[in-house]
């Protein structure tokens, strides 16, 4: 198998794995809780949100697909995927090498795929999703303070990750985190030797996503429940990816908390005033 960029015509394929994949998913559970009512609704939506997502600047999207020595899969087909997207601090956004300059031809697709959502938002009402909880969920991104530290500093931040159930286990998720660590890795080398601070990785894991994200160096600072935002869902683990321990330090000691096991602090100088730290 191998990774490739996706493109507009694996979307539809994107969106199957994705639902087979979250379907037991609390917080699609609390967004969604009718989509199983209302499945053409509910398949219009995220095939509109999707498609606009392809077109983000800062957004670097990848299928893995099934090669002829995968004896599992019909060759070329996709057995999961990833989006990781780029974020560059405000000094740095302007020449970002991993910012996109998209094509005019490109900027009209993303502006019109924009306009499509955007305009179906506000002409219906779909059945399958709460639109005040998905619109609770979109503002809470900006305040969420498990990455308080990290969120003006150029990263990378992994936002969706997605397996067909049928083919998990096989060294897909490994091969699409992969492709993130990476970069990172080669960024951070290069940009440390200038003297700037290296690029770390942020995540939010979900409980199966949590073994394979340790098991590639990512360390749990924190718990993102949402309470601030009033969401009755357990939440997943603040997790980041940073090497050379600029952020971070290991904590010695891995004490068994309510909700999981810490396994890294931020260093004092850059500790947030108010962090999801507390609920662990
Ligand atoms: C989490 C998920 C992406 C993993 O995909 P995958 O392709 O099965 O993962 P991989 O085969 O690459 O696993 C790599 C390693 O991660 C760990 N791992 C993956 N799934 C695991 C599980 N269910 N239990 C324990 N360890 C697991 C193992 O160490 C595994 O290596 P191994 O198989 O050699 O033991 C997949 O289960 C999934 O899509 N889950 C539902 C959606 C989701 O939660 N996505 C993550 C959002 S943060």
Redesign the pocket.
């Known amino acids: 198998m191998h990774i490739r960029p996706t493109t507009a015509a694996d979307i539809p394929r994107c969106v199957t794995i994705r639902d087979a ?2 379907v037991d ?1 609390e917080l699609v559970n609390w967004l969604a809780p009718d989509r199983a009512k209302y499945p053409l609704a509910w398949r219009q939506r995220a095939l509109a949100v999707q498609r606009n997502k392809l077109y983000q600047s800062n957004a670097w999207q990848f299928v893995c697909v099934a090669d002829t020595d995968d004896d599992f899969a019909a060759v070329g087909e996709i ?2 995927w990833a989006r990781w997207v780029r974020r560059a601090s405000e000094e740095e956004a302007a020449a970002d090498p991993w910012t996109r300059q998209l094509s005019v031809l490109d900027r009209v697709e993303s502006w019109l795929r924009w306009a499509e959502l955007k305009f179906e938002q506000a002409m219906y009402t779909s059945p399958a999703l709460i639109q005040a909880r998905d619109d609770a969920f979109m503002a809470s991104a900006m305040t969420s303070t498990g990455f308080a530290p990290i969120r003006a500093a150029t990263h990378w931040h ?1 936002e ?4 067909d ?1 049928k ?9 699409l ?1 992969d492709w993130g660590l990476q970069r990172a890795e080669a960024e951070t080398e290069e940009r440390v030797a200038r003297g700037k601070p290296p690029v770390p990785i942020t ?7 949590l ?3 340790r ?1 590639m160096g990512l360390k749990v600072v924190g718990w993102d429940d949402a309470s601030y935002m009033g969401f009755p869902v357990e939440g ?1 683990s603040n997790m980041i990816w940073d090497a050379s321990n600029y952020w971070i330090r290991d904590v010695e000691y891995e004490e068994p908390m309510e909700r999981g096991v810490v396994e890294a602090v931020y260093s004092d100088s850059v500790l947030p005033k108010s962090s999801s730290l507390h609920a662990i």
């Open positions: 994949a979250f998913n057995l999961g992994l969706t990750l997605a397996v159930p083919y998990q286990r096989r060294g897909v998720a490994r091969r985190v995540l939010i894991a979900t409980a199966p996503g073994p394979l994200y098991s997943g």
